[in-house]
């Protein structure tokens, strides 16, 4: 039981490339996250998914896209990623009827 | 809308000594709220939430939190602190409308406990 795994765990682009941040959770959870976490701002939620196959956007979704074609992926898209988007990312899923959602160990990622 | 605030950056506490960081919320309706605690490079850990019941509410690794209704805070607390709980702590509340569940989060708080 690995819980919540994100890949990768680091990844530096260049400006205006895309990349896939890949969310895992074994545990048969129906909600999943995505935050980012930046220096005096906290976590803040980017899109989020209430079950297979749906999707819906968070505080900050510009310049994102995510996907949850199976129920236990949750995937993040850059398609062309820009300096502001350098942050740490972090995934995070619940299970209905528990309270409290667990997350994954983080992406650090940073856009040059 | 729902909101969280942590007013304290930062909190240094002598090693042995109580601690205390500080919580308040702004939620429509019954307030979900957790306590949260990132290590470095590392994500975020679950210590202790408050669903009902008894105001104070004990968690992981000796640590405790008091919800105050009159006051909107949610304080997290630890009689004696040691170094070992040097971290980053966060307070969310959780925001179940439209059966959603999305958490929000303070800003955080870094704890310094010194030896």
């Known amino acids: 039981n690995a819980g919540v795994t994100q890949t990768p765990k680091f990844r530096v682009l260049k400006t205006g490339q895309s990349m896939t941040l890949l969310c895992a959770q074994d545990m048969n959870h129906e909600y999943m996250y995505w935050y980012r976490q930046d220096p005096g701002m906290g976590l803040r939620l980017i899109h989020y998914?209430?079950?297979?196959?749906?999707?819906a956007k968070g505080e900050v979704p510009d310049g994102y896209n995510v996907s949850r074609l199976k129920k236990q992926n949750f995937l993040l898209g850059l398609e062309s990623a820009a300096p502001s988007q350098t942050s740490v990312y972090f995934c995070?899923?619940?299970?209905?009827?528990?309270?409290?959602?667990?997350f994954g160990q983080g992406t650090r990622l940073t856009v040059v | 809308a729902q909101s969280v605030a942590q007013p304290e950056d930062q909190v240094n506490v002598a090693e042995g000594n109580p601690l205390t960081v500080k919580c308040t919320y702004s939620v429509s309706g019954n307030p979900y709220l957790f306590w949260y605690v990132q290590y470095p490079n590392r994500g975020l850990q679950f210590l202790l939430k408050?669903?009902?019941?008894?105001?104070l509410v004990k968690g992981s690794y000796g640590f405790e939190a008091e919800f105050n209704k009159s006051q909107t805070s949610f304080h997290l607390k630890k009689p004696s602190a040691l170094v070992s709980d040097s971290a980053l702590y966060f307070c969310?509340?959780?925001?179940?409308?439209?059966?959603?569940?999305?958490?929000?989060f303070g800003t955080g708080t870094r704890l310094k406990v010194l030896a």
């Open positions: 969310a509340v959780r925001d179940a409308t439209s059966g959603t569940y999305k958490y929000i």
């Open positions: 998914s209430v079950g297979e196959g749906t999707t």
């Open positions: 995070a899923s619940k299970l209905t009827g528990i309270t409290e959602a667990f």
């Open positions: 408050y669903i009902t019941g008894d105001n």
